[in-house]
Nanobody, 126 residues
Framework: QLQLVESGGGLVQPGGSLRLSCAASGFTLNRYSIGWFRQAPGKEREGVSCITGSGGSTNYADSVKGRFTISRDNAKNTVYLQMNSLKPEDTAVYYC???????????????????WGQGTQVTVSS
């Protein structure tokens, strides 16, 4: 059974850091681009970042550039999202998703992703 499981969320103060993990089971992650999305209460789910199967290319939403870093360890079948300088507006449920292939400039479109995790809550508050 193909499955993605996120972990690493929690409560952090503004300016703090968290590292989210997205672990895959039932399939080999290196064939897939992996995207991170987030959804705040009352808002649409939005793309945060994406990385190719090889890890050679990445994309970021403007709102997180310079603060978030996506990476992957294909030997561990896991993708990470390092989040630094967190702001209250980063509060959301964060999801990872897998897409076969690389879609370049349209990486943020939810419909290109075939598999989704259940999400992990990130709360940034003092």
């Amino acid at each position: 059974q193909l499955q993605l499981v996120e972990s690493g969320g929690g409560l952090v103060q503004p300016g703090g850091s968290l590292r989210l993990s997205c672990a895959a089971s039932g399939f080999t992650l290196n064939r897939y681009s992996i995207g991170w999305f987030r959804q705040a209460p009352g808002k649409e789910r939005e793309g945060v970042s994406c990385i190719t199967g090889s890890g050679g290319s990445t994309n970021y939403a403007d709102s997180v550039k310079g603060r978030f870093t996506i990476s992957r360890d294909n030997a561990k079948n896991t993708v990470y999202l390092q989040m630094n300088s967190l702001k209250p507006e980063d509060t959301a449920v964060y999801y990872c998703a897998a897409a076969e292939g690389w879609f370049g400039a349209i990486w943020y479109l939810k419909r290109i992703y075939n598999y989704w995790g259940q999400g992990t809550q990130v709360t940034v508050s003092s």
